[in-house]
């Protein structure tokens, strides 16, 4: 299972692009990269998954580079409501009866006025 | 769009008693999930099913045992309860067909006197 690090606590300002990287040098071939949000008291929301290159939806982008070993996701123009936990996951799960989650420490982001 | 549903939203237990969590899938889910997060902890995989049957196991306890049902809802049954149980218990499903996205439910907050 591929270990992820990424910085425990972030701050930003209102309107401001915020990138929040994380590592996964043992990432293995067939894995995905998902990013979760999660606010106090509530449970983990899907925001983007990615395998290479770059992807982008409504809500944020994710950059991935040719050596899969780090990605970067990256919430353009973040509001006080962008204000939660941040968790980048990595595995292999699609079609699979398994899919169990495996969440290390997030990333805290704070978005300041 | 329908949500993953839970209840109890909260209860409440003394130590040594017994507590069911349910959880109601987002119809047409086959694979449920469920997760403990403790206090300032990140959340933890206990145990999941997939089409009513035990599919993976987590660090869930010998006092903790849980089902799906026909119906496909699951619950989550808790004996013996420790302090240490408190904590917020989050349910999530999704397709097998689907990569890695789970959808979480709002969670039970257990809290053990």
């Known amino acids: 299972l591929a270990k992820t690090t990424q910085p425990i606590s972030m701050d930003s300002y209102e309107g401001q692009e915020v990138n929040i990287t994380c590592s996964h040098n043992?990432?293995?071939?067939?894995?995905?990269i998902t990013w979760y949000q999660q606010f106090p008291s509530q449970g983990p929301r899907f925001i983007i998954q990615?395998?290479?290159t770059k992807v982008t939806n409504e809500v944020a982008s994710l950059f991935i580079p040719a050596d899969r070993k780090s990605s970067t996701l990256s919430l353009p123009r973040v509001s006080l409501s962008d204000t939660a936990v941040y968790y980048c996951?990595?595995?292999?799960?699609?079609?699979?009866?398994?899919?169990?989650?495996?969440f290390g420490r997030g990333t805290q982001l704070t978005v300041w006025p | 769009a329908a949500g993953v549903i839970q209840s109890p939203r909260h209860l409440i237990k003394e130590k040594r008693e017994t507590a069911t969590l349910k959880c109601y899938p987002i119809?047409?889910?086959?694979?449920v999930y469920w997760y403990q997060q403790g206090p300032g902890q990140d959340p933890q995989f206990l145990i999941s099913f997939y089409e009513k049957m035990q599919s993976d196991k987590g660090s869930i306890p010998d006092r903790f045992s849980a089902q799906q049902f026909s119906d496909y809802h699951s619950e989550l049954n808790m004996s013996s309860l420790e302090l240490g149980d408190s904590a917020l218990y989050f349910c999530?499903?999704?397709?097998?067909?689907?990569?890695?996205?789970?959808?979480f439910g709002p969670g039970t907050r257990l809290t053990v006197l």
């Open positions: 990615g395998y290479k």
């Open positions: 999530a499903s999704r397709t097998s067909a689907t990569y890695n996205e789970q959808f």
């Open positions: 119809p047409r889910h086959d694979t």
């Open positions: 996951l990595v595995g292999d799960n699609r079609g699979s009866t398994l899919g169990r989650l495996y």
């Open positions: 043992n990432i293995a071939t067939n894995d995905y």
